[in-house]
């Protein structure tokens, strides 16, 4: 029996490598940040980004450099990167991943569609900026984001509350969330939601598969309504 078969009626999605890939506009600005406002000009080189949040890595960067990971000092870090961010989305690229669209408009003309949504590590105003420059973010009715928590899981349970208040009697299992990292599957989990794993980031079909993904597949490319029905 397929996803939608379940009577799934949120539908969230992660943004970098399930969504779109920005050829590391948001490292690039994230270095720049950390050079330019807080003369640090090699913080983000040993750092891994992928699946994390966004008020994870700066206070992990805060952390490893004696700077105390205050309020303050990511309100700085928050305006430094935004400023930066915009110019490093590829000029030349405003075409999400294959079979984005496809899957958006399959969902969205479905007789009863599920509500579409953002789960996600990046600031709000970080994610707008990209999935503006990707002509995506009118498709998402709301979000959660990456910038009050470091913890990903914790993100899944903001959007899991928020979405009982619009949703009545809402079960996690009517949840579908879409992610292309370990901790997108772990975060769906924690919540007990479902999940559907994407290999069009850093981590192959192998390797998310070890991690138990309700489905999985190489990327969005043929995810169409009758397709999950046959998952």
């Given amino acids: ?37 807080f003369n640090l000009p090699h913080a983000t080189e040993s750092i891994e980004f992928a699946g994390r949040t966004d008020r994870g890595l700066a206070c992990q960067v805060f952390r490893a450099n004696q700077i105390e990971p205050t ?26 991943l294959p079979g984005v669209i496809e899957l958006l408009d399959a969902i969205e003309t479905m007789p009863a569609p ?33 910038d009050t928590t470091e913890d990903r899981n914790v993100i899944a349970q903001s959007a899991f509350e928020n979405a009982q208040s619009q949703f009545s009697n809402l079960s ?37 598969a070890e991690h138990q993904p309700t489905f999985l597949a190489p990327d969005l490319t043929g995810i169409t309504l009758n397709v999950l029905n046959t998952l």
């Fill in 114 to 146: 599920p509500v579409l949504g953002l789960l996600t590590g990046n600031l709000p105003f970080g994610a707008e900026l990209k999935l503006t420059h990707y002509h995506l973010w009118h498709r998402f009715e709301f979000g959660a984001f990456g």
């Fill in 1 to 37: 029996m397929g996803v939608f078969a379940h009577m799934i009626r949120l539908v969230l999605f992660d943004i970098d490598g399930t969504l779109i890939l920005t050829g590391g506009a948001g490292i690039k600005a994230f270095a720049e940040a950390f050079t330019e406002e």
């Fill in 172 to 208: 996690p299992s009517e949840i579908l969330i879409i992610g292309d990292t370990p901790a997108d599957i772990h975060c769906a989990q924690s919540i007990n939601a479902r999940v559907l794993a994407v290999a069009t980031g850093n981590f192959s079909e192998a390797q998310l």
């Fill in 71 to 96: 309020q303050a000092n990511f309100d700085r870090f928050t305006e430094a990167y935004t400023q930066r961010l915009a110019k490093y989305l590829p000029a030349d690229n405003t075409q999400p």
